[in-house]
């Protein structure tokens, strides 16, 4: 199976900062590749899809680039609601799909 | 606007068996898969397996090959997933999501199974 890694692993920053996170495959997965934020308590919920398509409803301060194996999510300016964790996950050649480790974002 | 709506949390004895169900609220499934996720306490996300209702079509992921089960009551519009051989850490939240290709868009509250002597 495909494996995901993410980095970093925590991240602590402030409202207003620009925030970017890694993913990488451990082979090429194109552009297979989603981004989903989970809040404490909550169900995740996909931002990103085709590693740089928004999901409907989802603000233009998240952005996704990337293709093969190498994958960033970017939030242009944190805002308070932001702080979460979030996991990226590939669906080349589906089934079976993987989720990365995830990357909590914290409040410094 | 559809909802997946999951049956409640369950406490199980290791060993024995759990099905959690997931009921879309907005009526047929609509051509897409229903896959369960599952997360264990403050850990990452864990893909179980799928069925896609149309085509009775079912795949599990080799972790969990001849422990789990899914099924789908396409009249009801309900979807179940059973485990078997229930273990401490099958402890988890188990999400139903609704699965387009692979892109897991509507997922349920989730529902908490706890397994312990």
């Known amino acids: 199976d495909i494996q995901l890694t993410q980095s970093p692993s925590f991240l602590s920053a402030s409202v207003g900062d620009r925030v970017t996170i890694t993913c990488r495959a451990s082979?090429?997965?194109?552009?297979?590749l989603a981004w989903y934020q989970q809040k404490p308590g909550q169900a995740p919920k996909l931002l990103i899809y085709?590693?740089?398509t928004l999901e409907s409803g989802v603000p233009s301060r998240f952005s996704g680039s990337g293709s093969g194996t190498e994958f960033t999510l970017t939030v242009s300016s944190l805002q308070p609601e932001d702080f979460a964790t979030y996991y990226c996950?590939?669906?080349?050649?589906?089934?079976?799909?993987?989720f990365g480790p995830g990357t909590t974002v914290d409040c410094k | 606007q559809v909802k997946l709506v999951q049956s409640g949390a369950e406490v199980k004895k290791p060993g024995s068996s759990v099905t959690v169900s997931c009921k879309s609220s907005?009526?047929?499934?609509?051509?897409?898969?229903i896959s369960w996720v599952r997360q264990a306490p403050a850990q990452g996300l864990e893909w179980m397996g799928r069925?896609?209702?149309?085509?009775?079509?079912?795949f599990y992921a080799q972790k969990f090959q001849g422990r789990l089960t899914i099924t789908v009551d396409k009249n009801t519009y309900t979807a179940n997933m059973q485990l078997t051989r229930l273990r401490s850490d099958d402890t988890a939240i188990y999400y139903c999501?609704?699965?387009?290709?692979?892109?897991?868009?509507?997922w349920g509250p989730g529902t908490l199974v706890t397994v312990s002597s």
């Open positions: 999501v609704r699965d387009g290709g692979g892109l897991f868009g509507l």
């Open positions: 907005g009526g047929a499934f609509s051509g897409y898969s």
């Open positions: 069925i896609t209702p149309e085509l009775d079509r079912v």
């Open positions: 082979q090429d997965i194109s552009r297979y």
């Open positions: 085709a590693a740089s």
């Open positions: 996950q590939q669906f080349d050649n589906y089934p079976p799909a993987t």
